[in-house]
C-alpha cells in the first residue's frame, strides 16, 4: 500500500477559488480587500516569495500594494511605514516579509501591526486568540495544515498527534490547533530524548525543523499521516522536505510532498485571511 498523495496544489486552487468568488461578492457593496506587502533588502528567496503573494491576490482580484524598502532601512523608517499603514483605511491586511536585514528588530515591527491588519497572526494579541480559540486569523501554515486534513476528511479528535519544531511561526500554533481538534498532542524539539520512540507513536506527524530528510520511515507508525512543512535542499540542489518521502511514502496512510504539498495551502491562506481581516474591519 503507497500512502496517498495529499495534492495541496489542488486543494489550495478550490480555495483561492472560493476566495475569489468571496471577493467579487463584497466588491459590489463597494469594498476592495487590499494587502500592503513590505519588504526590505534584497534578499532573493524573499523576493520571490513576494511576487508570489502578489501574482496571487491578482488571482482571486485582492489589491496588493508593494513597499520595497532599501536594506539600510532604520528601525524607525520601518515603524514609521507601519504606522502609516495601520492608520490607511485603505489598507486590510500588513505583511512584513521575514527575515528581515541585519540589524532591525522583527519582533518590535510585529508588534507594531494592528492585530486586526495582522494576516499573519503573529502579532501577541492573536497569539493569545490562538491559545484561548477565539481566534479569527489564524498563521497561514498551520491553518493551511487543518484545511489539508480537513479536505482529506483526517480526523484529529482522540489521535495521538506529534509535531517536530517549536517555532512561533509554525510548530507552536500547530499544536494548539490540532489540541483544539481534539488531538493528544506532543511538541518536539532538538532537546527532546528518544525523538524517534517518540515519533513512532504519532497517528499524525508534522515535520517543521527545517532539516532535509529529517524524519525517516524508523520515525513512522504504519498507517500514520504525515505532513512536511519542511522547504529545503537535497544534496543536488533539487527541493525537499524535513520527510525522506521516497522511504517514508510507501508505510504512511497519507503523505504530503515537497513541493506541491503545504507550500500552495500557505498562500491559499494568506488570501483567506486577507478576505477576513476585511470583511471584521469593514463590519
Do not use: W
Amino acid at each position: 500500500m503507497m500512502g496517498k498523495r495529499i495534492d495541496g496544489k489542488a486543494i489550495a486552487a478550490e480555495l483561492r477559488a472560493q476566495v475569489a468568488l468571496e471577493t467579487v461578492a463584497i466588491k459590489k457593496q463597494g469594498i476592495e480587500p487590499s494587502l500592503a506587502v513590505v519588504i526590505v533588502g534584497d534578499d532573493p528567496a524573499s523576493r520571490t516569495y513576494v511576487n508570489n503573494k502578489k501574482k496571487a491576490c491578482a488571482e482571486v482580484g485582492i489589491r496588493s500594494l508593494e513597499f520595497a524598502l532599501p536594506k539600510e532601512t532604520s528601525q524607525k523608517e520601518l515603524e514609521e511605514l507601519v504606522q502609516r499603514l495601520n492608520k490607511d483605511p485603505d489598507v486590510d491586511g500588513i505583511l512584513v516579509q521575514s527575515p528581515l536585514p541585519k540589524g532591525l528588530d522583527e519582533k518590535a515591527i510585529v508588534n507594531e501591526i494592528n492585530p486586526q491588519k495582522d494576516v499573519d497572526a503573529f502579532h501577541p494579541v492573536n497569539v493569545g486568540h490562538i491559545m484561548i480559540g477565539d481566534y479569527k486569523l489564524l498563521p497561514c501554515t498551520p491553518a493551511g495544515i487543518m484545511e489539508l486534513l480537513r479536505h482529506e476528511n483526517i480526523s484529529v479528535e482522540g489521535k495521538q498527534c506529534v509535531v517536530i519544531g517549536r517555532s512561533n511561526i509554525v510548530g507552536k500554533p500547530m499544536a494548539m490547533l490540532l489540541m483544539h481538534a481534539n488531538g493528544t498532542v506532543t511538541i518536539c524539539h532538538s532537546k527532546t530524548k528518544n525523538l524517534k520512540e517518540i515519533c513512532k507513536q504519532a497517528d499524525i506527524l508534522v515535520a517543521a525543523v527545517g532539516k532535509t530528510k529529517f524524519v525517516t520511515k524508523e520515525m513512522v507508525k504504519p498507517g500514520a499521516v504525515v505532513i512536511d512543512v519542511g522547504m529545503d535542499r537535497d544534496e543536488n540542489g533539487k527541493l525537499c522536505g524535513d520527510v525522506d518521502y521516497e522511504a517514508v511514502e510507501p508505510i504512511a496512510s497519507a503523505i504530503t510532498p515537497v513541493p506541491g504539498g503545504v507550500g500552495p495551502m500557505t498562500i491559499a491562506m494568506l488570501l483567506k485571511n486577507t478576505l477576513t481581516a476585511s470583511k471584521q474591519r469593514r463590519g
